[in-house]
């Protein structure tokens, strides 16, 4: 026999207040509206067969709750398990990500306009993968937990703008809280965590922050969490927009770039990635070629198959209740109204 259930149960709390309501009903000498057609059921005239109307109502209205709390049958009920990876993105958002040193349609574009696809590459294309964000400039915030909702991440990726945190380049603390938030027991072989792993996207140097990226990379190495960085931007002098106190630009001007790409280099060979750069078109590919090659961890959910709503079935008999206890009261109207017979 298929099991059944009760989608919205809290409705079978309004079934306690029809007692209430009669039993207040009754202690009342003139009726009051409180459920359709009330008054008619409590005239004095009416007899003892005339509570058929009354029962009805009650009748219909108790089906119609039932209704709400929507019953349904369960059909098949199984646990779904799907295979991934669980990927923390750490984000740079310091103030030289403003560089203007790539191109997109023929129009100048900065850094961050520039690995904003690359962000989104990552949230697209492994659909079976928990992804969370870390955004850092002068310090480093979760921008996002570990989820399945991509959906959501796209939004959060879409509103990311330079300027959001006090400016600096606190790779070290970037690292060090996207590793914090893969840490979970559950994925745990002894000390190295399974199937977990940190995506570093960066323009520049270390140059604040309280963990040292060499501190944040042993970390790394210990849990076994392999750091794949990809660095940002040219080399040698980039155009850089000015800005005026209002905000308003007001030219370009050119800065040198800081990219440390043998720090990045060393973070991903140290802890068992690989260092890309945003400008190759294969970067991409590359990396997540690189990923899949390890073993993916299990994911469980219990899923709810082939449900089917049983909400009809008290639906309309409760509406069929109404209208005939409705029909019934109309029809004793007339007798009630009408003059005693004299000859």
């Given at each position: 026999?298929?099991?059944?259930?009760?989608?919205?149960?809290?409705?079978?709390?309004?079934?306690?207040?029809?007692?209430?309501?009669?039993?207040?009903?009754?202690?009342?000498?003139?009726?009051?509206?409180?459920?359709?057609?009330?008054?008619?059921?409590?005239?004095?005239?009416?007899?003892?067969?005339?509570?058929?109307?009354?029962?009805?109502?009650?009748?219909?209205?108790?089906?119609?709750?039932?209704?709400?709390?929507?019953?349904?049958?369960?059909?098949?009920?199984?646990?779904?398990?799907?295979?991934?990876?669980?990927?923390?993105?750490?984000?740079?958002?310091?103030?030289?990500?403003?560089?203007?040193?790539?191109?997109?349609?023929?129009?100048?574009?900065?850094?961050?306009?520039?690995?904003?696809?690359?962000?989104?590459?990552?949230?697209?294309?492994?659909?079976?993968?928990?992804?969370?964000?870390?955004?850092?400039?002068?310090?480093?915030?979760?921008?996002?937990?570990?989820?399945?909702?991509?959906?959501?991440?796209?939004?959060?990726?879409?509103?990311?703008?330079?300027?959001?945190?006090?400016?600096?380049?606190?790779?070290?603390?970037?690292?060090?809280i996207a590793l914090t938030r893969l840490e979970q027991a559950?994925?745990?072989?002894?000390?190295?965590?399974?199937?977990?792993?940190?995506?570093?996207?960066?323009?520049?140097?270390?140059?604040?922050?309280?963990?040292?990226?060499?501190?944040?990379?042993?970390?790394?190495?210990?849990?076994?969490?392999?750091?794949?960085?990809?660095?940002?931007?040219?080399?040698?002098?980039?155009?850089?927009?000015?800005?005026?106190?209002?905000?308003?630009?007001?030219?370009?001007?050119?800065?040198?770039?800081?990219?440390?790409?043998?720090?990045?280099?060393?973070?991903?060979?140290?802890?068992?990635?690989?260092?890309?750069?945003?400008?190759?078109?294969?970067?991409?590919?590359?990396?997540?070629?690189?990923?899949?090659?390890?073993?993916?961890?299990?994911?469980?959910?219990?899923?709810?198959?082939?449900?089917?709503?049983?909400?009809?079935?008290?639906?309309?008999?409760?509406?069929?209740?109404?209208?005939?206890?409705?029909?019934?009261?109309?029809?004793?109207?007339?007798?009630?109204?009408?003059?005693?017979?004299?000859?």
């Amino acid at each position: 026999m298929p099991p059944y259930t009760l989608h919205d149960p809290l409705w079978l709390l309004a079934l306690a207040v029809f007692p209430l309501v009669l039993w207040l009903r009754g202690r009342r000498a003139v009726p009051v509206l409180l459920v359709p057609f009330a008054a008619a059921w409590h005239r004095p005239s009416l007899a003892a067969s005339s509570r058929w109307p009354a029962g009805l109502a009650v009748a219909g209205l108790v089906l119609l709750v039932i209704a709400l709390a929507r019953p349904q049958r369960i059909e098949d009920k199984r646990e779904v398990h799907s295979q991934g990876y669980d990927l923390m993105l750490a984000i740079d958002l310091s103030g030289s990500m403003l560089a203007e040193d790539y191109e997109k349609n023929g129009e100048a574009i900065n850094r961050l306009q520039a690995i904003k696809p690359v962000i989104q590459a990552f949230i697209d294309k492994r659909p079976s993968d928990r992804i969370g964000i870390v955004v850092f400039s002068g310090r480093a915030y979760t921008l996002a937990p570990l989820t399945f909702d991509h959906d959501w991440l796209a939004r959060q990726v879409s509103r990311l703008k330079i300027g959001l945190i006090e400016d600096g380049t606190a790779i070290g603390d970037g690292l060090g809280i996207a590793l914090t938030r893969l840490e979970q027991a559950a994925r745990e072989q002894g000390a190295q965590r399974k199937g977990a792993f940190v995506v570093l996207l960066t323009d520049g140097a270390n140059n604040r922050g309280s963990l040292a990226p060499a501190q944040a990379t042993q970390i790394a190495k210990s849990r076994g969490i392999p750091v794949y960085t990809m660095g940002a931007g040219r080399d040698g002098l980039v155009p850089f927009p000015v800005f005026d106190q209002n905000g308003n630009r007001m030219g370009t001007r050119r800065i040198v770039a800081d990219l440390d790409s043998n720090a990045l280099i060393n973070i991903s060979q140290t802890t068992g990635g690989q260092y890309y750069r945003i400008d190759d078109t294969k970067a991409i590919e590359s990396a997540f070629k690189s990923i899949d090659r390890t073993q993916k961890i299990e994911f469980q959910s219990k899923s709810y198959l082939l449900t089917t709503e049983l909400f009809t079935w008290f639906a309309a008999p409760g509406l069929a209740c109404l209208l005939l206890a409705a029909l019934l009261i109309r029809a004793r109207r007339p007798s009630m109204s009408a003059p005693p017979f004299s000859s």
